[in-house]
């Protein structure tokens, strides 16, 4: 029996990486409107760059941009791309189709409800609130909790330990196989893999469940009667 689901956050709840382009995309367009003297994929290509080298969620971009084309800090430029950023971040961070109503229904039955991201946790926190998530989820679990990211057991071991489940009684949803399919299975977890936020597209899967639709996870955690699906290369049927 399932008593706990535990959620990566970034394109298994919210479409993170389009989010991301759209908040991008604006505050390169603010930039040069406040005088940022290059083109827009020019800008594309040096921010990308940059994310690339210092990870995707690298707070200091705009900042370490400018100093790079500039040689310093244009606080004009700067503050004005950071306030367009946040307004379409904003506007753009939307949960899936299904998820609001599928984390109801779960709260509903009394399944306890954990977040497993390996996002920094203000950063994950403010996803959430921006959601109204936030008084939904029992347990946050981020990098920085524990140091590690997925697939590495301790931040697993952790939630679970949090939720108060066994592994046997715990199933998680995640987007990136070989980050939450393999670190959930190793401690023995059930898992289900979130084909419908797969960015990736060409991902080897082994999973118990493949999930085209957030919604479908009610059917094997509810009703139990979802067969398993045993998903692997890429999740094809």
């Avoid at 590690?148 to 949090?162: A, E, G, M, N």
Wanted: aromatic share 8%; charged share 25%; glycine share 6%.
């Amino acid at each position: 029996m399932i008593k706990a689901v535990v959620f990566d956050l970034d394109n298994t709840l919210v479409d993170f990486m389009a989010m991301k382009r759209q908040a991008v995309d604006a505050a390169i367009t603010a930039m040069i409107d406040a005088g940022l003297n290059m083109t827009f994929d020019d800008v594309k290509g040096s921010v990308d760059k940059i994310y690339q080298e210092q990870g995707i969620e690298y707070q200091r971009v705009f900042d370490q941009l400018l100093v790079e084309v500039l040689g310093r800090i244009d606080y004009k430029v700067l503050s004005a791309g950071i306030v367009a950023y946040r307004r379409a971040r904003e506007a753009a961070l939307k949960p899936y189709p299904h998820v609001s109503a599928t984390l109801m229904q779960l709260v509903k039955h009394g399944v306890r409800l954990g977040i497993l991201s390996d996002a920094p946790t203000r950063e994950a926190w403010l996803r959430l609130c921006y959601m109204s998530f936030h008084h939904i989820f029992d347990h946050v679990v981020t990098f920085d909790d524990t140091g590690k990211r997925k697939p590495d057991p301790v931040p697993f071991q952790l939630v679970l330990q949090k939720l108060e489940v066994d592994p046997s009684e715990a199933i998680m949803v995640g987007d990136w196989a070989e980050r939450d399919m393999v670190g959930a299975a190793a401690v023995g977890m059930k898992t289900a893999f979130a084909k419908y936020g797969d960015t990736f597209g060409n991902q080897v899967v082994n999973a118990d469940y493949l999930l085209h639709d957030i919604k479908d996870l009610l059917t094997i955690v509810l009703d139990g009667k979802a067969a398993p699906h045993n998903a692997t290369n890429g999740g094809t049927e």
